[in-house]
């Protein structure tokens, strides 16, 4: 049997809201985590937890928020960018993108900090699959305008493009910082490699095409 067309056979179609569903777990968890302190602790990835035998944190992480805000933005990246994404790839195709780029993510970050030396660090928050999503979309729509600020129209993956150097200048100029710039890099590396793997397009490509 040919490997690469197990790897790239297509899921049947359907589109069944899975988006909103991602995001209702993420909001029930984050109010679980303000009724009970424990949990934020148990579902977030900390190295030395890991190694101790909480192996579910490099999958958990990414349904925790540190708080509102924080829950706020990466939702409404979700619903605004996940929702077209599902709907153009079919939900069980978004799901296993969803899931695993921020599963990939959360392994990656914590391969980083356990080389780093940095067992006290917890990482939670969904945006390593959430910046993805970001760059799948531009990918699936490229010729599409995000709006800055509500004024200022950007090209889908000129705004992936930018957001990559801030996150990787943020990276080298901020590494103790509490926002895991890492983290994000991940999604994005890793939601281009499933596009590369699972699809066979570089993205790149989508975005700028030869003309």
Known sequence: MDRSSLVRRPFPYSNR??????????ILVTAFGYLSPAVPYLLAMNPMSVLSGRIWQPFTYMFVHADLSHLLVNMLGLLFFGT???????????????????????????AAYLLAGAYSVFLLGASGAVFAVLLAYAALFPNSDIYVWGI??????????GYTLIEVVSQLFSFRSSVAHLTHLAGFGFGWLYFLVRFGVNPGRRFFPRR
């Open 17 to 26: 809201n899975l988006c909103l569903y991602l995001i209702g777990a993420n």
């Open 152 to 161: 200022l129209p950007v090209r889908a993956p000129v705004l992936v493009v």
């Open 84 to 110: 077209q994404v599902e709907r153009e790839l079919g939900s069980s195709e978004f799901l296993l993108y969803y899931l695993l780029t921020g599963f990939l993510a959360g392994l990656f970050s914590l």
